[in-house]
């Protein structure tokens, strides 16, 4: 299970306090991939809901568009993109189980949500469309390699995202 830095959960009560002024909810943004960093980015988002019952979380699946798996001229086709879209609600539907595996046994619960394209510009896209206040993320998924310390995806995450990025490793 994941542990914060001692005084880190009594800092994050009162920045929650100072920044919603306690009568708002405050959004979490959980970019998820079903990798065991994700899962564990998973339980640090739950520890956010147990500070409060305003904490919202959304978790994210992304997959990639069509385009960027076949960039050829007419390569997406009506019958690939279909596939291609049943794929990947079918992933998004065993990563988000894994997630509710996370969050059911203390009666919690999120929405989940599904992007196509860059992880990324995606997860920052939704953060500033969604107006989220953090947004979660595991430091080395299966996404892109290539990442030295941090993955890729969380290290664009951290420059593209509009709110705070709390990644997760």
Known sequence: DYRAPA????RFVEIFK???GGRAALKVL????GSENSLRAARLALRFCRLSPKVEVTALYVGPSCHSLFPDPGGCSFIKQKELDQEIEARAEKVFSA???VFAPEGKEFRAAVERGNAA?????LAREGQYDLVVVGSRGYG????MT???????VI?????????VK
């Open 7 to 10: 005084g880190f959960w009594g």
């Open 121 to 125: 510009e995606a997860i920052a896209r």
């Open 99 to 101: 997630v509710r595996e």
């Open 159 to 167: 420059h593209l995202a509009p709110c705070p990025v709390v990644v």
């Open 18 to 20: 100072v920044v919603k």
């Open 30 to 33: 959980l970019a998820v991939d």
């Open 144 to 147: 892109e390699p290539g990442g």
């Open 150 to 156: 941090l993955g890729s995806v969380s290290h664009k």
